[in-house]
């Protein structure tokens, strides 16, 4: 084909390819053991299988309701109002949607205008900024508080002005593998109370907190919950990253907004899959049993780090363990992610490109959704080092 000859305009000049895609085609390329991006190594539950074929053969194949199945959305309500006492109507205020990044990406756009202030707290998911700018928004940057990444609360209100927006949080977060609490939440709601601010709160992790911890999510604290769009995930909760399948709630005026972008973005979310999650969430082990699942891979791996020169980092919540490494190196952390993968077989991901600026601390990320001989391939070589 012939190339394109006049010039283009980015939206998103300083945007490549993510890092998830990069370090995975290296490991991949290089035979390594793949430690990097966030998904299992690991079939679902033969349950949630067992209803594929159900459902598909079922004559379920045209278009779903464009908010998503009812049957579902009954039960995501269901599941909200036990697990942290709010009610969301299922009609006007539950979601289902392809994926939670597209739910995180359709909330930006339907409040963002050209010229708006957007807080995001780094490192970041790197879903986040691209959504912003590509709205025509602007990131506003708070840095997380190294080595715990706690939040600076008097630096949020000094990031505030006429001009925000938005607010995304993370809890439990990606990249840092840290849990906000329920004394942050009163804090957020309370620099928030008097404003016109939106929050779009990322709480795929929402069952993976460990150590006796809880999920704080925004739909506990009113002050926050009539303000804010929650984002779940299906795949982080059940296992199939590859299904794209999420679920966004928020209060009625606000998911309107989302719809009108929604139902010109896919419409609808796959119509034969939303009946068979229906079914499986009937089952509230399936997900509330995950906490205790996660910690012993988390325990597992750090175990078998046993005697390293890598210091764990705290890890209460997803399933991610960084571990910081300047005992071992001085190099920055993206060239001893490429190093490990090419030279030593196992992969991982730099927390640096998580930050605007390439901010570097000498972390790795490292995905214990794995199985127990992945994980103790992985922490033999790390072990090594």
Not at 226 to 238: D, I
Request: charged content about 20%; glycine content about 6%; some cysteine.
């Amino acid at each position: 084909m012939p190339a394109y000859r006049h010039s283009i305009a980015s939206k998103l000049p300083n945007v490549g390819t993510t890092i998830f895609t990069v370090m995975s085609r290296l490991a991949q390329e290089h035979n390594a053991i793949n430690l990097s991006q966030g998904f299992p190594d690991f079939e679902c539950a033969p349950a949630l299988r067992a209803l594929i074929p159900k459902y598909f053969n079922a004559g379920l194949n045209q278009y779903p309701p464009m908010a998503g199945v009812p049957a579902l959305r009954e039960i995501i309500a269901e599941k909200s109002a036990a697990l942290y006492g709010t009610s969301y109507d299922p009609e006007h205020e539950v979601t289902v949607v392809p994926g939670a990044t597209y739910g995180i990406f359709t909330a930006v756009s339907a409040f963002v205008r050209p010229g708006d202030e957007v807080i995001v707290f780094e490192p970041a998911y790197d879903s986040y900024v691209p959504a912003i700018e590509v709205n025509g928004g602007k990131p506003v940057y708070v840095r997380l508080q190294y080595p715990d990444y706690s939040i600076d609360w008097q630096a949020v209100g000094r990031a505030i002005t006429p001009k925000t927006r938005m607010l995304i949080i993370n809890t439990p977060n990606n990249p840092t593998a840290s849990v906000l609490s329920s004394e942050d939440m009163r804090a957020l709601e309370g620099i928030l109370r008097n404003t016109n601010i939106v929050v779009v709160s990322d709480e795929v992790y929402e069952h993976l907190i460990y150590d006796g911890g809880q999920h704080e999510s925004v739909s506990r604290f009113p002050g926050l919950a009539e303000r804010s769009f929650v984002v779940s995930s299906f795949g982080k909760t059940y296992s199939v990253t590859g299904w794209k399948m999420g679920y966004v709630l928020a209060p009625k005026e606000l998911m309107a907004e989302f719809r009108k972008v929604h139902q010109f973005n896919v419409f609808v979310a796959n119509g034969p899959l939303q009946h068979v999650l229906a079914e499986h969430m009937k089952d509230r082990n399936a997900y509330l049993s995950l906490n205790a699942f996660y910690q012993q891979k988390r325990d597992f791996f750090l175990a078998q780090l046993a005697g390293s020169r890598f210091k764990p980092l705290p890890s209460r919540g997803t399933f991610f363990q960084n571990l910081a490494y300047d005992a071992i190196t001085d190099e920055k952390d993206s060239d001893l992610a490429v190093r490990l993968t090419k030279e030593k077989g196992v992969a991982a991901i730099p927390i640096s490109v998580f930050y605007h600026d390439a901010h570097c601390d000498r972390v790795l990320r490292f995905c214990f959704a794995k199985s127990e001989a992945t994980l103790a391939k992985g922490a033999a070589i790390l072990r090594a080092l």
